[in-house]
């Protein structure tokens, strides 16, 4: 008997956004409704921005664009700024550049710096500059298109006039090889960085650092290197940042690394400050559509994970945003839980669906399917039963006409018929002293949709004695009256030995 379709690996509907169905046989056909979640009210704060942290705001030109301004006549422009750089000390030019940076005026920014360390102070002395003044002269150069190289000459020019570069420093310098491509001068120089933090704590890497080195190993696919770095992060307490956790889902996924992307995230578990990753609601819908695809238990949980922290931070939002996980994406996980035999994604599972639907519907009948299968696949026998109960309470007692099919031991409840039958006629009995027992209890349980199953499961171990026993144990021991699918379960065992025509004879009399 083959397993129902909803349990493949696959999940259509999540590829076909014009129709998405959670199940293929006719019972079950629904239109589960797209949960895209409204943007928040109040979203958290910004990360506070360094000083190079707002380069990707900022477009890169070449000094031929750059037009003259601040009222210099192009003849005059060398002899102006040359007049305005002797006129400025140290502090008035720093407030000078600042303003234009603001400007997006590099050109002037790099031409009045160069004038000015050449000219002499007031005093008669060289003009002495501070890592600030050369900072801003390094990211009006960065900016300009000026290539890596020749911003590490500058760096080495700061050496030379008594001035230690700082984080920042050599961040502008790294936001220039990124943007160049050149990783290997990169992961160099981060190197140099560690190097010479171990005397200066102002030179080692920051979070921005990191940052610019994974985004650049991940844009190279070099995943090992990148993964290298973020270790490096994550042990001096800065935290990965959203848009470098997208880029190792998209390299990862690329390359067929599933198993690197579930390292990262466990490793981010680990530090209290990248506990409360959580990347964007559809990030998660990706991470858990390609994890189930590969059946990768752990990396779906993982996804379901981030989507509860969206749901918990919604519903503290104010007013509250109240997302939901599509039910048909449980039905998938659940589905993945059974094929690999973990309970936790299981249980997680099921705990984001009851989150989603917040006691104001109950689980369709396809999400209790799939959460039997996955109980029944892992041999966990009495939590199967236990959900079957559930699935009964809220969609109909099974003994009841099943037109529908929704409790056919041949189809939605087949697991269960199969692992009850997996180790011969003990399972088979235990179980059923287990119903017999449960019918006594206060309330008593009855199902005739678990004795079914005990039927078609002695059918299935050619056990023709026990399964007559059972079925007339429905009426006499249990008080219930057999359905269409006691019937069929009874025929399939006088089938499977040829004695039809038996069976046939018993339910004339």
Same mark, same amino acid.
């Given at each position: 008997?083959? +397993?129902?379709?909803?349990? *493949? ?30 943007? !928040? #009210? ?30 210099? @006549? ?53 003009? $002495? ?20 190289? %020749? @911003? !590490? ?20 310098? +790294?936001?220039?090889? #990124? ?15 560690? #190097? ?31 993964? $290298? ?28 690394? @599933? ?49 509860? $922290?969206?749901?918990?931070?919604? %519903? ?6 109240? +997302?939901?996980? =599509? ?6 996980? @659940? ?25 104001? $519907? ?7 399917? *799939? ?62 002293? #287990? ?5 006594? *209890? ?22 023709? =004695?026990? *399964? ?42």
């Amino acid at each position: 008997m083959g +397993l129902a379709p909803f349990l *493949a690996k696959s999940r259509p509907f999540t590829r076909r956004p014009t129709f998405k169905s959670i199940s293929t046989f006719a019972h079950l056909r629904r239109q589960s409704q797209p949960l895209e979640p409204p943007p !928040l #009210q109040n979203p958290l704060p910004a990360n506070p921005k360094s000083l190079s942290s707002t380069l990707s705001d900022s477009p890169v030109i070449t000094a031929a664009q750059v037009h003259i301004s601040y009222g210099f @006549l192009p003849g005059k422009f060398d002899e102006q700024m040359k007049s305005l750089a002797k006129m400025l000390a140290a502090k008035s030019l720093i407030d000078q550049l600042s303003d234009w940076m603001t400007e997006h005026r590099w050109a002037e920014v790099k031409q009045l710096f160069e004038f000015w360390i050449r000219s002499l102070d007031n005093s008669g002395k060289p003009n $002495k500059p501070d890592v600030n003044l050369y900072n801003h002269y390094l990211r009006a150069s960065m900016l300009l298109g000026t290539p890596p190289g %020749e @911003l !590490l000459n500058i760096v080495a020019q700061m050496d030379d006039c008594g001035v230690l570069p700082n984080t920042a420093s050599f961040n502008l310098v +790294l936001k220039a090889m #990124q943007l160049a491509g050149e990783s290997r001068a990169a992961e160099r120089l981060i190197g140099r960085m560690l #190097q010479i933090g171990k005397e200066h704590g102002n030179c080692l890497p920051d979070d921005e650092s990191y940052d610019l080195i994974v985004n650049l190993l991940l844009s190279a696919n070099q995943i090992e290197s990148a993964v $290298k770095n973020i270790d490096m992060m994550l042990k001096s307490g800065y935290m990965l940042s959203v848009t470098a956790f997208i880029g190792c889902v998209q390299t990862c996924v690329n390359n067929g690394r @599933l198993d690197t992307l579930v390292s990262i995230i466990e490793k981010c578990k680990k530090t209290d400050l990248n506990k409360s990753l959580h990347p964007p609601w559809r990030v998660c819908n990706f991470i858990a559509d390609v994890a189930m695809q590969s059946d990768s238990s752990d990396l779906t949980y993982y996804a379901l994970e981030f989507m509860a $922290k969206w749901i918990a931070r919604g %519903e503290k939002a104010s007013p509250a945003v109240l +997302l939901s996980v =599509d039910e048909g994406l449980v039905v998938s996980a @659940l589905g993945t839980a059974g094929r690999t035999y973990n309970s936790r994604l299981l249980d997680g599972s099921w705990a984001v669906l009851k989150r989603s639907l917040r006691q104001k $519907k109950v689980p369709r009948p396809e999400s209790y399917i *799939a959460k039997i299968y996955a109980h029944a696949n892992s041999g966990n026998l009495q939590m199967a039963f236990s959900t079957l109960q559930d699935f009964e309470g809220d969609h109909g007692n099974s003994s009841e006409d099943d037109g529908e099919g929704l409790f056919s031991p041949f189809y939605s409840l087949n697991p269960l018929v199969v692992a009850c039958s997996k180790k011969g006629f003990t399972t088979l009995d235990t179980v059923y002293h #287990q119903l017999e027992n449960l019918s006594r *209890a206060d309330p008593p349980y009855k199902s005739i949709a678990a004795l079914n199953c005990i039927i078609l499961g002695c059918a299935n171990i050619w056990d023709l =004695d026990r *399964a007559y026993q059972t079925f007339n144990d429905i009426n006499t021991t249990f008080g219930l009256t057999p359905n269409i699918h006691s019937y069929n379960a009874l025929i399939c065992a006088f089938g499977k030995l040829s004695k039809a025509f038996l069976c046939d004879r018993e339910m004339k009399l």
